[in-house]
């Protein structure tokens, strides 16, 4: 293959460099590879065998990768670390490292288990990237009015409501069954790990709920699943998220805009609101509290953002 041929070999032995050869146009022609993985593979291959020379002392072969200890492959990780790149870009580069020798040991070529005791760095959290209050509320208000069928259209504005209202995860909401309509003032969900928490409903929600319910066209038994597509089955997650793609189209929203950031933006608003973290972590269900503490870091992202432009000399 043509990227492979871009890579230098010219201090690395013979057979070393055919089984480079071979595992590259293995992925491109059996693996059927995307163009993407196969040149991050190919460029972390490079950056491998040119720490290799200058470490070994010579020219690498088979014989050095078959000799290679934990604190070899350590070194190599260590030295890209020293370029600035990423825990990404090291965590790439790892699983590249221990793709090829899946492959030479499939091959028969080397057997070399030290590589799989090195673990990956652990990747920083994203800091969620909620959706602005007002656009939340215009992301409801366009959901209401997305689709031509009355009882579509309410369908998809109770789910939002559901998202945002309450702070549920796209799977909690569709898992509401017929049974649940009327919603009360709270509702029992089944979170991640089946944790049961009580998540308060705002009577907004309520009557979101409730009109959908009123004109929902199929009769349902207690406990079926209370949304539901067009043809009468339950709602499949993935119109949800493509409605979501064409809310956010319409509105000029961030790709950022998923049914999931409507619960970081229920979490969020809560936050900037005075909401005290404890309660926060209880209504989002969330097993450790470090994990709600993210939300702290949007506020403030939030807050020099808003500073930012109120300061131009900031």
């Not at 020219?59 to 370029?83: N, P, Q, W």
């Amino acid at each position: 293959m043509d990227d492979a041929n871009a890579l230098d070999f010219t201090l690395v032995e013979p057979e070393l460099e055919q089984a480079v050869q071979d595992w590259l146009n293995m992925l491109q022609s059996a693996r059927r590879v995307s163009p993407h993985t196969l040149r991050a593979y190919t460029h972390e291959m490079g950056a491998f065998l040119s720490f290799l020379t200058p470490h070994l002392g010579h020219a690498c072969g088979i014989h050095d990768l078959k000799r290679m200890e934990t604190r070899d492959f350590r070194a190599y990780l260590a030295s890209r670390r020293v370029t600035g790149v990423s825990a990404a870009t090291i965590a790439r580069a790892l699983s590249a490292l221990k793709a090829f020798f899946r492959y030479l040991k499939k091959q028969d070529l080397v057997h070399n288990d030290a590589l799989s005791l090195v673990r990956a760095p652990k990747a920083p959290k994203r800091v969620p990237r909620p959706i602005e209050e007002t656009k939340a509320k215009e992301v409801l208000d366009e959901a209401s009015i997305m689709h031509e069928t009355p009882w579509i259209a309410a369908r998809d504005t109770a789910v939002i409501a559901l998202l945002y209202g309450c702070g549920l995860r796209l799977s909690e909401g569709l898992s509401l069954i017929y049974a649940d309509v009327p919603l009360k003032d709270t509702l029992r969900i089944t979170g991640k790990g089946g944790k049961e928490r009580i998540v308060p409903v705002l009577p907004a929600v309520r009557e979101a709920v409730a009109e959908y319910a009123r004109l929902l066209p199929f009769a349902l038994e207690r406990k079926d699943a209370l949304f539901r597509g067009a043809r009468g089955g339950p709602l499949n997650p993935r119109q949800v998220q493509g409605l979501m793609q064409h809310i956010r189209s319409r509105l000029g929203l961030d790709d950022s805009a998923t049914p999931h950031a409507l619960r970081h933006s229920f979490a969020t608003h809560l936050l900037s609101a005075g909401g005290d973290l404890r309660a926060i972590q209880s209504l989002l269900g969330h097993a450790s509290l470090s994990t709600t503490q993210i939300y702290t870091k949007v506020d403030a992202t939030k807050l020099m953002d808003v500073y930012g432009k109120a300061h131009r000399r900031a």
